[in-house]
């Protein structure tokens, strides 16, 4: 909806509040305790609000749980002192990148001829370890740092109670990390440990996630999504239609020239649609187009909003 159109909705609300209209909160079919907005036919075709009908599938039944993005081991390489001598200059930090063929660092030793040698990169990344520093004496294979590359990184899941029975390897699993919202990252569990982790009380599985854009920073958190091989019949929505408000996720009930706003419980994405388990009734209409600065105009209750405690269970 471009800012034109914005402006003529909150102006048709605003005129119709005004004049007495349909713009005062009033009950809603099978809402009663929801305010609702209503905008007149000529403020829906200025303002360019697109419903469609939500439609009712068979998808497969999912978990959610916490993940976490980590290096791959796999992807993470170990410099070492190509002889014995004096370090004279360390370059890099814990946390900088660094290209293959950077050099990393100068030893100085009566080994090499000319008495000085430069250690490079042997690939590109991110230190995530330095293990020696100036002016220190190191023997030949001594650890000097650590380099992990991202362009394939771990995705790690947090199972809880009966859910680490669930998962096993070659479980399809879903995520969106809150830096991008929207963007779904797809997998299959390659591992899962055999035991709790300490720090987090859970069994950790670890997804393989292609990575060559860079985008995904080990240390960012997921929301995680992971099948459990059975299905559950739900409501397919296209995902344009839904808002994201924080760890909220909500769409725009659409009676007929009414909006209202309601919390949903998502499941599965299918296509360009995703499955909403809770929140959407069959045959109701979803705003598709619009839903964004409809619910900016502010609502004094959202449908379903009582049973968000309900949401992880």
Sequence with gaps: MTPHRLACARAAATLLAACGGQAEPRAAPATPASATVALTPRALEITGVVTESATVATVPETFTTTGEIEFDPARVVVVNAPVAGRIRRLGPTVGDRVAAGDTLATIESPEFLSGV???TAPRGGFVTAVGAAPQQLVTQGAELLRIAAVDSVWLRVDLYAEHARTA?????VEA?????????LRGRIATV?????GA?????ARVPLENRDGRL????FADVRVATGRTVRGI???RAAVIYEGSRRLV???KDSTFFPSVVLLGPLVGDRVAVLRGIFPGERVVVSGAYELYSAGYAFTRGAEEEGDESK
């Design 217 to 220: 920073h080990p240390g960012m």
């Design 117 to 119: 040698l430069g250690v």
């Design 236 to 238: 397919l929505v296209p």
């Design 252 to 254: 725009m009930i659409a």
């Design 176 to 184: 969106t990390a809150a830096a991008f919202p929207g963007l779904a």
């Design 168 to 172: 096993r390897v070659g479980v399809p």
């Design 200 to 204: 987090t009380q859970a069994v950790a």
């Design 193 to 197: 440990a055999p035991g709790v982790e």
